[in-house]
């Protein structure tokens, strides 16, 4: 076998090959050894008989087996096996690890705390901790962040950083600084945090944080350079609120977008392209934005291309007028709303917009996206007519869910790659039509909830999800930075005394050792005075025997295993569970039901294998089942999956292994955990497979 686990009880076989043209016999001999002290095992692990006769037939070969049980505390093990004959000899040493039985479990508790008050949580598990007389607690860590918003505004070097010369890029570099200067324009406190941050664990990524509650070091998952990529943009935030930086970069900024507008007023995708509509709406929403927040921007190459779209919608309306506006013209309509006051339309104009309007108010229910009901939504709201942006706004309600700690959020982001159905884009939309049109605080909330859940898990991937979030999540203005509410944590009874608060999020951190840890901790009290959301997590490290070990769930991610055995039947080929022995050379199918309640970014899942099975597939490399893309890598003692992106939903891995050695030993548990945030894991528990 690769390895051995404490507990098990297993067939070790040699194969002996006679590669000569006449019988031979002899007296093959297995023996153990401590690899530490090299003195014999074979008493602890039961080889009461390490030498036996063979006997084998010309360019014959045959297996011998030894029946080893592995005692608690073996240590790693070198085994000896020789083969003589009165006239030959031959051997094989070689290393066999020794797995403990005792594996090491992290189970976590998220904690997210809307509103003022306290509120309690309780960590089921660890309240129960006494009951199993084999667990040893290892660590206890809770950590807490008291304003999260400040974790957007981290994503604003990415805006900054990103190196294409397109249109749409060159406008997000301009639309990062100039929202930068306005946020430390706005208050000193925010200017000092930045200053703080310089130099400190703050602006690392999160996938290099937390590493002793990861399963997985960094370096053995394939985003070692997405983690280096997104620590280094991070430093450079400081550069963003540096005055003569963003003075330099806005005017450079600045400079490119106005010589890439061609002389109609659009801008090309790349430079010397054709004019394309959706990227000169886009930058022009981008102007009409930042004026909305209140940032001092010129406007000119805005009001620019405002007579170019003009004209390119009037012509799109004149040659094939639809029942209903299509996403791009209700795009339109939003984006010139920004611009009423600066550039009213003329009498033409208007009478064409009053028609596409007129459309609107009938056609709004055809369309297909909530991104372009939210636009239609703010230009009927704009344009004049309240009642039918409050009528969209009442659908949008009715298929709004609602959780405590997800906030509100919609069931319906199927195709998130379309412009007008991506899903953080869509967000913020809601949030900006929520806001100004219904003036309802608590949906607006809600849906910011939302937001930062989703960076919580995931690393915002484009320049446009990026400038849309921080957008929506500072339509209230920066008072979300300048908030900082006090916690006060209780757990088990005892108030907790934060210390080294990291400045802005709030961020801080306590652990305790196996001896201070008690199952009455497993009750967490966090009382909070001020607005907003603050989250956080338990995290809970133990030793447990293998086969002990009960699946942790009722988490946001859960995680179920089960094995199956390949019958050939009458029927055909068939899975049936397996519920008895096994036979040597039997396929065994591992199945992994994973279930999530929300999108997840760079998620690493571990299976651990049996002793006596291999494999059957030892190739790694990228795959692709059931519409989920991972990387599959093959291990001595598991197999391990990398997961870039995981949409809310419910997954199912299969892969086969086959039985090699008879026995009875543990099929090991199956490991999930968000690298990204550690505190959303799970794991299954394991499973006796008796081969005979």
Known sequence: PRFVREGDVIEFTVKVTNRTDAPQAGRIRLTFADAATLESADAAIGNATPERTFSLPPRASRSYAWRLAIPDSTGFLIYRAVAATEHHSDGEEGFLPVLSRKTLVTESLPLTVR????????????????AFDTLQHRSLTIEMTSNPAWYAVLALPYLMEFPHACSEQIFNRLYANALARHIADSDPRIRRVFELWRNTPALDSPLEKNT??????????????????????RRHLALLFDENHIDDQLARAFTQLAEQQRDDGFWPWFPGGPGNEYITLYIVTGFGRLRHLGVDIDLSPARKALPGLD??????????PQPAPTPIEVLYLYARSFFLEDAPPDADLRALLDRNLERLRHGWPQLDSRQSRAHAALALQRFGDAETARNILRSLREYALVDDELGMYWNDTDEPWRWHRAPIETQAMMIEAFDEIAHDHDAVEACKLWLLNQKRTQNWKTTKATADAVYALLLRGTDLLANNPRLDVTIGGRPLEPTAVEAGTGFFEKRFGPGQIAPEMGRITIDKAGEGVSWGAVHWQYLEDIDRITPHAGTPLSLEKSVFVRKHTDRGTELQPLNGPVAVGDELVVRLVLRADRDMEYLHLKDQRGSGTEPVNVLSG????????YYESTRDTASHFFIDYLPRGTYVFEYSTRVQLRGRYQSGIAEIQCMYAPEFNSHSGSITIEAR
């Open 212 to 233: 002793e509650l990861k399963a997985v070091m960094l370096e053995e998952t394939p985003w070692l350079r997405e983690a280096a990529d997104e620590s280094q943009a």
């Open 115 to 130: 509103g003022t008050g306290p509120k309690t949580f309780t960590f089921a598990r660890l309240l129960a901790a006494d």
């Open 622 to 629: 990228y795959r692709y089942q059931d519409g989920l893309a």
């Open 311 to 320: 004209r390119w919608m009037t012509g799109k309306f004149l040659e094939q």
